[in-house]
């Protein structure tokens, strides 16, 4: 069983709906971020969290750390969202705390 | 603002080749980690650097060895490169162990 698992693993919306992406994780962390990464492309770090809400634009991310939970919301989504996006958790165990451990992340795609 | 730099972007080497990436951190970030993410699976944690130093290992392979130099910046250097090493190598930087990812774009490693 993975550490960080996300659901759906492939997402298909139409231009306008809102979208919503899960992750849970197993270990005790200290932060989670959502990643977006196109295809063939680099990674583009989008939020990191600790506890709580955070919103940038259309993109919305919450955590809730007693359940070992995060979502991340695109409101109105657009073609150009396309894109996979990643939740990676940076984790404590063993003292470490800096690497971060990768979900397999969800691959969406936004129709017009 | 200044992002991650990594160099070259692209990269054919043969088998049995040597093969050197660099990472040039954000001003005043401290901390250097790579990954490296094979194609179609998730980034896997190779190595990281606080301050010129080792500060985690992951998954690097004993032909791989990297250092952080005195201006932050880190180099990945490969020995007998083999096919399964094609993948992209991405790095990130932070500044001290806690602070946000920044990513950089990747290198594309293609060994033939």
């Known amino acids: 069983k993975n550490e960080v698992e996300q659901s759906p693993q492939n997402l298909t919306a139409q231009e306008g709906e809102f979208i919503t992406i899960n992750c849970s994780y197993s270990?005790?962390?200290?932060?989670l971020h959502w990643l977006q990464q196109h295809p063939g492309g680099g990674i583009v770090s989008l939020f990191m969290l600790s506890s709580g809400k955070k919103k940038h634009g259309r993109l919305i991310a919450t955590i809730n750390i007693q359940e070992k939970h995060s979502s991340l919301h695109i409101t109105a989504s657009h073609p150009r969202d396309s894109a996979v996006y990643i939740c990676?958790?940076?984790?404590?165990?063993?003292?470490?705390?800096?690497?971060?451990?990768f979900g397999t992340g969800t691959l969406l795609a936004v129709q017009p | 603002a200044a992002g991650v730099i990594q160099s070259p972007r692209h990269l054919i080497k043969e088998k049995r080749e040597t093969a050197t990436l660099k990472c040039y951190p954000i001003?005043?970030?401290?901390?250097v980690y790579w990954y490296q993410q094979g194609p179609g699976q998730d980034p896997q944690f190779l190595i990281s650097f606080y301050e010129k130093m080792q500060s985690d290992k992951g998954s690097i392979p004993d032909r791989f060895s990297a250092q952080q130099f005195s201006d932050y910046h880190s180099e990945l250097n490969m020995s007998s490169l083999e096919l399964g090493d094609s993948a992209l190598y991405f790095c990130a930087s932070s500044l001290r162990v806690s602070g946000p990812y920044t990513f950089g774009s990747g290198t594309r490693l293609t060994v033939v």
């Open positions: 001003p005043r970030h401290d901390t």
């Open positions: 270990v005790g962390i200290s932060a």
């Open positions: 990676a958790v940076r984790s404590v165990a063993g003292g470490a705390t800096n690497k971060l451990i």
